[in-house]
């Protein structure tokens, strides 16, 4: 279902049962925190009937609870502060296990990124980057991790990756002043989208370059400036984003990639190998 559900309840509030009402107050006031709560939990906290809970979502046009609350998970995430982001990890967590907890969540998001994401698209977006001239690659705060380890793997396979430093707005479009119809622009990016990366993909787009988004949603800012969509699943863990299946993600990027230009990465890196032998690079394992 489309649209703001903060919204959706604000609409329908009259026609609310009195049960409904309590339900819709507390998601309107508490939102940071219904969204991780289960139906039950839900119910208990405003003293009505799990069947009340899963009704009031059917009543605003969601298939059940489980649609309402991922619309709300997904409408909320960008807006949280970090110290929100602690109190609804905190509350989500528990008394649980913290190791065992957020390990399973990262296999779940593997798991959905799996299952959930555009074949059809990564392939394009295979196609295109192996027939770029140049690649540009973007990802800021968090997400530069990712946009690093992108870039680093590219810069084997690619003569003209260009990672982007992301300083400061005038120096990411001093970087990108070039980019035209030949290229292909990679931006990375997940809750709390940057402005900067939008704003950046925007260009590229006017440019006429391809444009690649790895992102955790369709309702992400870099979707609807995309010719390829790469949706991987990431999380809240406390006030740190968990990236895993992103990474899982760009790990297969890489590997689609340079299975399409073998020849070319195999002379590469015998090339390297005698450089790095030469320059001792990586230390030698003991006994030789």
Request: proline share 2%; aromatic share 10%.
């Amino acid at each position: 279902m489309s649209g703001d559900i903060l919204a959706n309840i604000q609409e329908n509030m009259s026609s609310f049962s009195k049960g409904q009402k309590l339900i819709a107050n507390f998601i309107l006031n508490y939102y940071d925190k219904a969204a991780f709560m289960t139906a039950s939990k839900l119910g208990k906290t405003v003293n009505v009937s799990e069947s009340t809970v899963v009704r009031f979502a059917a009543g605003l046009g969601y298939d059940g609870y489980p649609s309402m609350q991922k619309a709300l998970q997904e409408m909320i995430r960008n807006k949280l502060t970090s110290v929100q982001r602690i109190e609804v990890t905190n509350d989500r967590i528990g008394d649980q296990d913290v190791l065992s907890t957020v390990m399973q969540s990262d296999m779940d998001k593997i798991r959905i990124t799996l299952d959930e994401i555009d074949r059809e698209s990564f392939a394009r977006a295979v196609d295109a980057i192996c027939n770029a001239r140049n690649i540009y690659v973007l990802g800021v705060r968090s997400a530069s991790v990712l946009a690093d380890f992108l870039a680093f793997y590219f810069q084997y396979i690619f003569e003209r990756v260009i990672n982007i430093d992301t300083v400061s707005i005038s120096e990411v479009f001093e970087q990108t002043i070039h980019v035209d119809a030949d290229d292909v622009f990679i931006g990375l990016s997940f809750p709390r989208y940057s402005k900067r990366t939008v704003t950046t993909m925007e260009y590229a787009k006017s440019r006429g370059a391809q444009v690649v988004a790895i992102t955790d949603s369709k309702a992400s800012p870099l979707v609807p400036l995309a010719d390829f969509a790469l949706i991987a699943k990431s999380d809240m863990a406390s006030f740190v984003d968990s990236l895993v299946a992103p990474l899982s993600l760009v790990n297969a990027l890489i590997v689609a990639v340079s299975r399409k230009k073998d020849k070319e990465l195999q002379v590469t890196l015998s090339k390297l190998e005698e450089i790095w032998a030469k320059y001792e690079v990586y230390d030698k394992p003991s006994g030789n």
